[in-house]
């Protein structure tokens, strides 16, 4: 560490600021998507990556393009953020072939369950949060997919006795609660009400955190009860809060910051 003397020292050359984290981070995606370019859960997203590591990333179709804060994008989208861009990089299977997501699954028996009032409720969810809307696209970014539909899955298990029952519970569980769904189908969730007996039902409720943390996924849950007990929820905030605070996070000048650091 430089200190003060009588004799004038050299000054040293001011650092140049590196590669932002999320610009590594899309770098690293870009790499591991064209190594993985059959990875289900991604595959739209991943389609065509077969060129090699030291391919221009412009010349592979579906790559994941670099795009710095300063980078230009459509107004309907906007920068993915670190974490964002952690959870999707950790998306690409390990040495072993394993991949994994962060993943919110909660299952619950619920009694005289209307499938309609069931789907009409998940509606307005999906409508009341612009979030669970969210998709990420070609040039790794986010934006809201215009026709983020969604329909409710159901099955009848009222034919098996309690036995198998269960067993398919089991199975059910195992298949949904740490699965890879795409990251470019809006919404990123999924219901699935089992009807049990004349009277119960299941519900098998499962969602990826790339757009939702676990503390937003219980809102899901605690407003969808709400509305299945016939209960009004709060007006909503108007706008993409989340979007927003994005765009605003990306103007921010950090240069003194890394000076400081």
């Known amino acids: 560490v430089p200190t003060?003397?009588?004799a004038q020292a050299p000054s040293p050359a001011t650092p140049t600021p590196?590669?932002?984290?999320?610009?590594q981070l899309r770098a690293l995606a870009d790499r591991l998507d064209r190594?993985?370019?059959?990875?289900?859960?991604?595959?739209?997203?991943?389609?065509?990556?077969?060129?090699?590591?030291?391919?221009?990333?412009?010349?592979?179709?579906?790559?994941?393009?670099q795009t710095g804060a300063g980078a230009s994008a459509e107004p309907d989208e906007w920068p993915l953020t670190e974490m964002q861009l952690a959870y999707l990089v950790g998306r690409a299977p390990d040495a072993s072939g394993v991949a994994v997501a962060p993943h919110?699954?909660?299952e619950a028996?619920?009694?005289?369950?209307?499938?309609?009032?069931?789907?009409?409720?998940?509606?307005?969810?999906?409508?009341r949060h612009p979030m669970l809307r969210a998709m990420v696209t070609e040039s790794s970014t986010q934006r809201l997919a215009p026709d983020a539909a969604w329909t409710l899955e159901t099955a009848d298990h009222?034919?098996?006795?309690?036995?198998?029952?269960?067993?398919?519970?089991?199975?059910?569980?195992?298949?949904?609660?740490?699965?890879?769904?795409?990251?470019?189908?809006?919404?990123m969730?999924?219901?699935?009400?089992?009807?049990l007996d004349e009277r119960f039902w299941r519900l098998h409720l499962d969602l990826d955190l790339l757009f939702c943390d676990a503390s937003s996924a219980h809102v899901v849950v605690r407003e969808l009860a709400t509305l299945l007990r016939g209960?009004?929820?709060?007006?909503?905030?108007?706008?993409?809060?989340?979007?927003?605070?994005?765009?605003?996070?990306?103007?921010?000048?950090?240069?003194?910051a890394r000076e400081f650091w």
């Open 4 to 6: 003060s003397s009588s």
């Open 18 to 23: 590196g590669p932002s984290l999320s610009t």
């Open 35 to 65: 190594l993985d370019a059959e990875l289900a859960a991604t595959r739209a997203v991943l389609s065509g990556m077969t060129g090699v590591a030291s391919e221009p990333v412009s010349e592979i179709p579906g790559a994941f393009a």
């Open 104 to 106: 919110y699954y909660t």
């Open 109 to 127: 028996l619920v009694p005289d369950v209307d499938p309609e009032v069931l789907q009409r409720a998940m509606t307005t969810l999906v409508e």
């Open 158 to 187: 009222r034919h098996l006795d309690r036995e198998a029952q269960l067993v398919e519970r089991d199975r059910i569980r195992a298949e949904r609660d740490h699965r890879l769904l795409p990251v470019d189908q809006a919404p």
């Open 189 to 195: 969730m999924r219901l699935l009400a089992v009807r």
């Open 231 to 256: 209960g009004e929820l709060e007006s909503p905030v108007n706008g993409n809060v989340f979007a927003q605070w994005c765009r605003d996070r990306a103007e921010v000048d950090r240069t003194p």
